[in-house]
């Protein structure tokens, strides 16, 4: 089955840190980029970086101030967001999605920063 | 960064009618603007890519144009599963966006 799954989300203190997974299935993971797409509650998506199918090219949404980290391991079907310096406003479901399009979507992993 | 605005917030039609929702891009996309819908506990799906192109298993209801700058959903027919959220995004840029999203419900 052709599928994308986060996990890694959790509830944690203002200030904290965590690193979101995301897995590939059922497809050519390292022919498509992989994007990480936040969505607070109640408010619409939000892009928030993306790592190209080799990884040589990251980009992240210029909000972030250099605090997530998008990362790719190949020989896992894996992408990772490392988020340091954590703040109430990064909370939300998080999701990860396939290519320029975003055609494949995870079921998102819930992040909650609050003390 | 190319700001989406996406009109009207709210569309209240009944089962059956027709809705036109639109997305207007900050400066030209080309045609680089894809469409999803998203209901309550669920991720958003791909509607429609490159502006006119529906996404596999998506219905001949629904149909993108547009090009440049003015964007446009249109859903000929609307069934009760239709009733969501429709939120435009432009992958023109390396920096992508989203439009605030358009609430379709039901009259």
Redesign the interface.
């Known amino acids: 089955e052709v599928q994308l799954v986060e996990s890694g989300g959790d509830l944690v203190q203002p200030g904290g840190s965590l690193r979101l997974s995301c897995v590939g299935s059922g497809f050519t993971f390292t022919s498509y980029s992989i994007n990480w797409i936040r969505q607070a509650p109640g408010k619409g998506p939000e892009w928030v970086a993306s790592i190209s199918g080799s990884g040589d090219f990251i980009y992240y949404t210029g909000s972030l101030k250099g605090r997530f980290t998008i990362s790719r391991d190949s020989t896992k079907n894996s992408v990772y967001l490392q988020m340091n310096s954590l703040r109430a406003e990064d909370t939300g479901v998080y999701y990860c999605a396939r290519g320029g399009q975003f055609d494949l979507w995870g079921q998102g992993t819930l992040v909650t920063v609050s003390s | 960064?190319i700001v989406l605005t996406q009109s009207p917030g709210t569309l209240s039609l009944s089962p059956g009618e027709g809705a036109t929702l639109s997305c207007r891009a900050s400066q030209s996309i080309s045609t680089s603007l894809?469409w999803?819908q998203?209901t309550p506990g669920q991720?958003?799906?791909?509607l429609i890519?490159?502006a006119t192109n529906r996404?596999t298993g998506i219905p001949d209801r629904f149909s993108g144009s547009g090009s440049g700058t003015d964007f446009t959903l249109t859903i000929s027919r609307l069934e009760p599963e239709d009733f969501a959220?429709y939120?435009c995004?432009q992958?023109g840029s390396?920096?992508?966006?989203?439009?605030?999203?358009t609430k379709v419900e039901i009259k």
């Not at chain 2, 991720?43 to 791909?46: E, F, G, Q, S, V």
């Not at chain 2, 390396?94 to 999203?101: E, H, K």
């Open positions: 960064e894809a999803y998203q991720a958003p799906r791909l890519f490159g996404a959220v939120y995004h992958y390396p920096l992508r966006t989203f439009g605030q999203g």
